[in-house]
């Protein structure tokens, strides 16, 4: 499976488990079938940061992106947990500490410091997933082989699971996905509509909604 299927199915499955937060009261069934989209999109965060050619314009973009959403989920809903994009701009951030500390040891008291510093952030600022979720993209980051880096993500994924809510262990059929990945970017790339599509899903939803 390419990069673009991958993103697909991860889009559906958020939309599936949005819908069923918004629209119908929590629907166990709904939210269960999007438990796989949050693991997936980790291990694509992972991936962007490792091709991308520009990593600053990639946090940047990012940050930007679910600071907007954040704004926006605050005047519908004040009181909301920081949105997933803000968990991975965090990721990212410490992606690029770890990155550094690879070719320059001075970069490891940086990286070690940034964990510190999410951590406590995390534990009083309700950001989607925890500490856990963002350290889940790190894990692949350790390795270069793909068996090796999905095995890292396992372990990764595993200890969220266990350090969250029950369901979320349905999140771990997503590595069956993720072990058909062929690595390869897909014949429709469409970078920016995964960029857009998060929002736009979340606007529409909340419209209906309110509509009715």
Same mark, same amino acid.
């Given at each position: 499976?390419?990069t673009f ?26 939210r ?17 940061f490792?091709?991308?050619r520009n ?17 926006v ?11 997933? #994009?803000?968990?991975? $701009? /965090? ?6 500490? %770890?990155d550094?500390? @690879?070719?320059?040891?001075?970069f *490891?008291?940086?990286?070690g ?8 952030f995390?534990?009083?600022i309700?950001v ?10 790190l ?13 890292a ?13 029950? #369901?979320?262990?349905i $999140? /771990?059929s997503?590595?069956v996905l993720?072990? %058909?990945?062929?690595? @390869?970017p897909?014949?429709?790339? *469409?970078k920016y509509?995964?960029?857009i ?5 979340l ?7 309110y509509?009715?």
């Amino acid at each position: 499976m390419s990069t673009f299927i991958l993103k697909i199915i991860a889009a559906i499955a958020m939309t599936i488990d949005h819908a069923g937060l918004l629209l119908f009261g929590d629907e166990t069934w709904m939210r269960a079938v999007g438990r796989l989209a949050f693991p997936l999109f980790a291990y694509f965060i992972a991936e962007g940061f490792r091709y991308t050619r520009n990593r600053r314009r990639y946090f940047f973009g990012i940050l930007a992106l679910g600071t907007f959403c954040q704004i926006v989920c605050e005047i519908f809903s004040p009181g909301e947990v920081w949105n997933v #994009l803000l968990t991975f $701009s /965090l990721s990212i951030a410490l992606l690029y500490l %770890l990155d550094r500390s @690879k070719e320059d040891a001075r970069f *490891l008291a940086a990286f070690g410091g940034g964990l510190i510093l999410v951590f406590f952030f995390t534990k009083y600022i309700p950001v989607d997933y925890g500490f856990f979720g963002v350290l889940l993209p790190l894990f692949p980051a350790l390795f270069e082989k793909k068996w090796a880096r999905l095995g890292a993500f396992a372990i990764g994924l595993a200890v969220l699971c266990a350090d969250s809510h029950p #369901l979320q262990w349905i $999140s /771990l059929s997503s590595l069956v996905l993720l072990a %058909l990945y062929n690595g @390869k970017p897909g014949k429709y790339k *469409l970078k920016y509509f995964f960029y857009i599509f998060y929002p736009l899903h979340l606007a529409v939803l909340w419209g209906i909604r309110y509509l009715i």
